[in-house]
């Protein structure tokens, strides 16, 4: 079994940063892709950050210029750092990866959600 283990979030004014990260662990034999999803009260979750394993990164068009998606391969660990954050990014932020626990195994697994909350 993989599990994904959230950290970093938090309370954090206007302007202000916040550094996500999340650790996969478990059996696996290889990491396609990581990254982050976000939902505010009375929204869709929407894909915030992706990094593949070839090193592919896309951010959504809210966060582009602001947030920075980073990985530490040898800790199967995947990284948000947001800056300059606004009020709309308060949200519950949760890690997302998928993974391949052996070979033609492949799984999508969900961190817990992190509450992330911008506000003076």
């Known amino acids: 079994q993989v599990q994904l283990v959230e950290s970093g979030g938090g309370l954090v004014q206007p302007g202000g940063s916040l550094r996500l990260s999340c650790a996969a662990s478990?059996?696996?034999?290889?990491?396609?892709?990581m990254g982050w999803y976000r939902q505010a009260p009375g929204e869709q979750r929407e894909l915030v950050a992706i990094?593949?394993?070839?090193?592919?990164?896309n951010y959504a068009d809210s966060v582009k210029g602001r947030f920075t998606i980073s990985r530490d391969a040898a800790k199967n660990t995947v990284y948000l750092q947001m800056n300059s954050l606004k009020p709309e990014d308060t949200a519950v932020y949760y890690c997302?990866?998928?993974?391949?626990?052996?070979?033609?195994?492949?799984?999508?697994?969900w961190g817990q959600g992190t509450q992330v909350t911008v506000s003076s």
């Open positions: 997302n990866a998928n993974i391949n626990q052996r070979i033609g195994l492949r799984s999508r697994y």
């Open positions: 478990g059996t696996i034999f290889s990491i396609n892709a």
């Open positions: 990094i593949t394993s070839g090193a592919n990164i």
